[in-house]
């Protein structure tokens, strides 16, 4: 007799958390806005694929609290776009700004900085402190 009330207490478990289960797995999820950097990189550029990767580094540090994407056409609610545009990528000297928009924004340009090297060629290690101090004067909404 135990053994069949427990064999039924079993089989009323299974079948009521499978019922919740159920009830879960149809409900609708809850829907968040996006809270992402959706960067966009220059075209043209010798360094541009380490420009890239040096902006995407300094941005995670900027805004830890955001994902990055590098796919303009998957902005979002609450996505910000960012645009790094090089002005010039020449063997001493390197200069860029930045371009923003939130969604339903006007576009916004940043400064032009400029990094120029006398006694040295610039190099990708010069990237990342170059492109924080583009960030840091562009005051990117961000954070």
Aim: net charge negative; glycine share 4%; proline share 6%.
């Amino acid at each position: 007799m135990a053994r069949k009330i427990l064999g039924l207490a079993v089989f009323a478990s299974l079948q009521i958390g499978l019922i919740q289960g159920t009830v879960a797995m149809s409900s609708t999820p809850e829907i968040t806005p996006s809270n992402r950097i959706i960067l966009s990189c220059p075209d043209q550029t010798p360094n541009r694929q380490k420009l890239c990767d040096a902006m995407e580094q300094v941005l995670k540090e900027a805004a830890p609290n955001r994902s990055i994407l590098l796919d303009p056409d998957a902005i979002g609610e609450n996505d910000i776009l960012i645009a790094l545009r090089v002005a010039a990528d020449e063997k001493h000297s390197l200069k860029a700004y930045t371009e923003w928009q939130k969604t339903g924004g006007e576009l916004t340009r940043g400064p032009e900085v400029e990094m120029a090297v006398m006694d040295a060629i610039v190099s990708p290690q010069m990237f990342n402190r170059f492109l924080a101090d583009l960030v840091r004067v562009s005051e990117l909404p961000i954070d």
